[in-house]
């Protein structure tokens, strides 16, 4: 059973970068997608980025041209640089895998994923 676990959440100041990792504790040669995803209080889960198998990349359009999210494939993690942080964006954020090797808007929602990190906390204060 493949686990995932967040780290670099923290704190920070309106425009100010956070860069969270997404560690896999075996290979994960059969998970084909790795995304990112975020809950605020009192809101749903909602898309932030993914990145599949041949390195298409996804993004919610909130975080296009702020977020970058890359993979460390020697490593088994995944990285999600985040720039120019603002309020909107204090949320839970979760980093989850897929063994689908799907394509298109699915990879936005939940549905693909199977493994799904704790989550770690973001905050983005004015």
């Known amino acids: 059973q493949v686990q995932l676990v967040e780290s670099g959440g923290g704190s920070v100041q309106t425009g100010g970068s956070l860069r969270l990792s997404c560690a896999a504790s075996?290979?994960?040669?059969?998970?084909?997608?790795r995304a990112w995803f975020r809950q605020a209080p009192g809101k749903g889960r909602e898309f932030v980025a993914a990145i599949n198998w041949v390195d298409n990349k996804y993004y919610a359009d909130s975080v296009k041209g702020r977020f970058t999210i890359s993979r460390d494939t020697a490593n088994n993690t995944v990285i999600l640089q985040m720039n120019n942080l603002r309020p909107e964006d204090t949320a839970v954020y979760y980093c989850?895998?897929?063994?689908?090797?799907?394509?298109?808007?699915?990879?936005?929602?939940?549905?693909?994923?199977?493994?799904w990190g704790q989550g770690i906390q973001v905050t983005a204060s004015s």
């Open positions: 989850a895998g897929a063994r689908l090797q799907t394509i298109g808007e699915v990879v936005k929602t939940s549905r693909p994923y199977e493994y």
């Open positions: 075996q290979r994960t040669a059969r998970i084909y997608i």
